[in-house]
């Protein structure tokens, strides 16, 4: 229990600061996304102009949100889950069946972190975005293409912090179906009131 207790903990301090800062650019990201929405609906329906860049730059936001706020959803139980027949089976059953399901989900995360490490290093990122520019001088002279691979940086990132979350669920689901009390100790992940 004592190597459990030594696991768990210094994992979930860094997943609470990772996440809390994943889940502070999210907002930023979101905020930044409604606000390129909102200037291309404006240029396209009132001015009757539309321009290149705000469709990419939404998509570009919308990608980062995804990949740091998902993995908060997964620590909380907020993703879409059927839990009647854990709540049909006895404790220690439902946390066997949770460990299996866990188990699954984390082959799943390094399988599709393998391929998340394909798709930024490889074809794909190599590109650069159609639209979407950074300017690199104060008096906007030059600009630089973003390149597709931070987009897909996104999805790796996401997947590092779903297979980190994921292990802690995994080391916490172990050290409940140890004990009773085991858990009792340890550092609960924060909850959406306890920020």
Known sequence: MVLLDGLIRPL?????????IGRGIGVVAIAVMVAVTLVQVFCRYVL?????????AARFCMLWMTGL????AFRR??????????????RRPAILLNLVLLA??????????????KEVTGLGGRFASASLYLPTALDFSTWYRVPRSWMML???????????VNIELILRNIAE???????????????????
Do not use: Y
Not at 13 to 19: A, G, I, M, Q, S
Not at 177 to 195: I, V, Y
């Open 12 to 20: 979930s301090r860094v997943n609470d600061v990772l996440l809390k």
């Open 48 to 56: 009757g102009n539309a321009l290149p860049w705000p469709d990419e």
């Open 69 to 72: 706020m998902a993995p908060t």
């Open 77 to 90: 139980g907020g993703f879409v889950a059927i839990d009647i027949l854990p709540s049909m089976l006895p």
């Open 104 to 117: 699954i989900s984390l082959v799943v995360l390094v399988v599709a972190l393998q391929i998340g490490w």
């Open 154 to 164: 996104s999805l790796l990132v996401g997947l590092v912090l779903l297979v980190l």
């Open 177 to 195: 179906l140890c004990s009773d009390h085991a858990l009792d100790a340890l550092p609960q992940p924060k909850t959406q009131g306890a920020e």
